[in-house]
Structures are given as structure tokens and as C-alpha cells.
């Protein structure tokens, strides 16, 4: 049935594993934006959907489905909802700390549960809620770690409309995922994110030329890693898990950042953030022991 798992089966192990991989491996993307500096933004943004465009289109060559032009209408608007939450998160590093601003978008699988149960008719276990908790609480702890403090509220709401657009994201894409194959779904959000954010960088006056060799080879490296291998493996895994699973299993991204920032860059890790990053872990492990008690329309 299109991937969906029922609350007997449970997810799918193979979806939930490449999901957390996917999620896991958009560790690297903090790195490469560093590296892709003087590049802003939304010209990162173009750029990393502009190299990807056509790995996906190949891979999404001969693997379409017979759907109807809505599921390709939920990938667009997967796309759009991709570019609000990074064009907003970004503008919130600019008015609070990088720590607020992550850990306030955090918040996007509440977003999703709440609009599961409330619209999509999804009847989710204690045993959900206390795993989303304890995820959260992981959240907050490793926020805490790394500065995080109440600022003068802007970068804070921001943040928070951020986690807003990425849970309205993670929906459109478990919604498109009902119809389209992985790659032709990644097709149309990889699409329509390069389209606004080349339009946005331009409307801001964005420079999208005079880069060093360093900052092309980051880029790159975003939109074939990132942006193909790891949204693949996230948005196959979609297609095989419940949504708010799916929700769940992106919070992973944190946790490999301090994973790979200390193997790969040296950072110090912090009993607090090892501490933080284990009650990540395991509020996502609870959630995956923990079924819809009934099928839902959410359901990749």
C-alpha cells in the first residue's frame, strides 16, 4: 500500500534505517556551509538544488508512477516549505544565536503530531508523546550546551515559524510520497526550491559569482551528498514509515553535527551535549516502538 506500515507491523526497518541514515548524513551540511563562504544564503540554496537538479532527474528517469497532478502540486509545495524554513532560520541567526535558532526548529515534529491528530485523524500512542518529549528534552539539553538563551523575541519567533515551515515541509513531502516515486518527488521539491531561492536571491541582490575554488567544491559537495544522497535515502524512507515517525527520525541531523564536528573538525563534545544527544536518540527509538494505533492518511 505505497510503503504504508499498520500499527500491528510497525515501520518498516528498512524505511526507518534510511531515514536516519538520510538525516544523519545532513550533518555534513553545516560544514559545507561554512566552507561555501562568501556565498550567501539563498545563493548557497540555488546552487545546492542547481548541482543536484540533474542527478535526481536522472535517477527519477523511468521510475514515475501513474499519479494525479495534486501529488506533484504536495512536492512543490514541499519545496516552497523547504525554502521558507531555511530563509527564515538563517534570518533568525542574524537577530539570535545559531544555538536558539536550531534548537527552536526542534520543535517541528510537535507540528507534525498535532496536525496528524487533528486533521489527518491519526490516534497516536502515550508511548509517541513521551518519545517526542524525551526527544525534545534532548533538544533543549543540547541547545543549552551550546548557549542557548532567550533573546529579544524576533530571531526567537522566527525560529519557531522555521520549525513551523519544516513541519508543513515534512508533511507535504509524506503526503507526495503516497503517489510519486522517491526521485520524482525529490525532482519537483529540488525543483521548485532552486527556482525561489534563485528568485529571492536575486530580489535581495545576492552575489551568485566570484567565489573561491574552496566555496565551488562546498557547493558541490551540498547539492551531490546532501542534497541527492541523503534527501534520497530521506524521502525513500518517507514513503516507508508513518509521517510523524519520519518527523522524528530528522532529528537525528543534530546529533550527527557534534558526531562529525568532533571527528572531523576537532570540536570538543561536552558531557551535557553527549547527554543531550542520548535523549535524542532515545525519544526517537520510543517513537519507533510506538505505531499509530490505527492506519492514517499521513502514512507515506
Known amino acids: 500500500m505505497k510503503g504504508a506500515t499498520s500499527a500491528r507491523e510497525g515501520p518498516d526497518a528498512r524505511g526507518l534505517t534510511a531515514l536516519i541514515l538520510g538525516a544523519s548524513l545532513l550533518g555534513f551540511a553545516a560544514m559545507l556551509v561554512r566552507w561555501a563562504t562568501p556565498a550567501g544564503p539563498l545563493a548557497v540554496g540555488f546552487y545546492r538544488m542547481a548541482f543536484a537538479l540533474p542527478f535526481v532527474a536522472w535517477l527519477a528517469k523511468g ?25 527564515m532560520w538563517h534570518t533568525a541567526l542574524h537577530l539570535t544565536s545559531a544555538a536558539n535558532a536550531t534548537l527552536l526548529v526542534t520543535l517541528a ?3 507534525v503530531a498535532v496536525v496528524s491528530v487533528l486533521w489527518m485523524g491519526a490516534r497516536l500512542r502515550k508511548r509517541f508523546w513521551a518519545g517526542v518529549l524525551l526527544a525534545l528534552a534532548g533538544a533543549l539539553v543540547l541547545g543549552l550546551a551550546k548557549g542557548a538563551r532567550w533573546g529579544t523575541g524576533l530571531g526567537e519567533l522566527l525560529g519557531a515559524l522555521a520549525s513551523l515551515a519544516y513541519g508543513a515541509f515534512t508533511l507535504a513531502l509524506g503526503r507526495a510520497r503516497q503517489d510519486l516515486s522517491a526521485p520524482e518527488a525529490l525532482f519537483w521539491v529540488i525543483l521548485s526550491s532552486m527556482l525561489l531561492f534563485g528568485g529571492l536571491g536575486w530580489a535581495q541582490g545576492e552575489t551568485f559569482s566570484g567565489y573561491p575554488a574552496r566555496a565551488w567544491w562546498a557547493l558541490l559537495a551540498l547539492g551531490i551528498f546532501v542534497q541527492v544522497v541523503a534527501w534520497w535515502l530521506i524521502t525513500w524512507g518517507m514513503g516507508h514509515v508513518p509521517t510523524n515517525l519520519g518527523a522524528m527520525g530528522l532529528m537525528t541531523q543534530p546529533v550527527a553535527t557534534i558526531i562529525l564536528g ?24 520510543l517513537c519507533a516502538f510506538a505505531p499509530p494505533a490505527s492506519k492514517t492518511p499521513g502514512c507515506g
Open 63 to 87: 521510475t514515475s508512477r501513474p499519479a494525479t497532478g495534486s501529488a506533484r502540486l504536495w512536492a512543490v509545495l514541499a519545496g516552497a516549505c523547504f525554502v521558507g524554513d531555511l530563509w
Open 262 to 285: 568532533w571527528v572531523l573538525l576537532s570540536e570538543s563534545v561536552r558531557p551535557l551535549q553527549g547527554l543531550g544527544a542520548l535523549l535524542v536518540l532515545a525519544g526517537i527509538a
Open 109 to 111: 515534529p510537535i507540528w
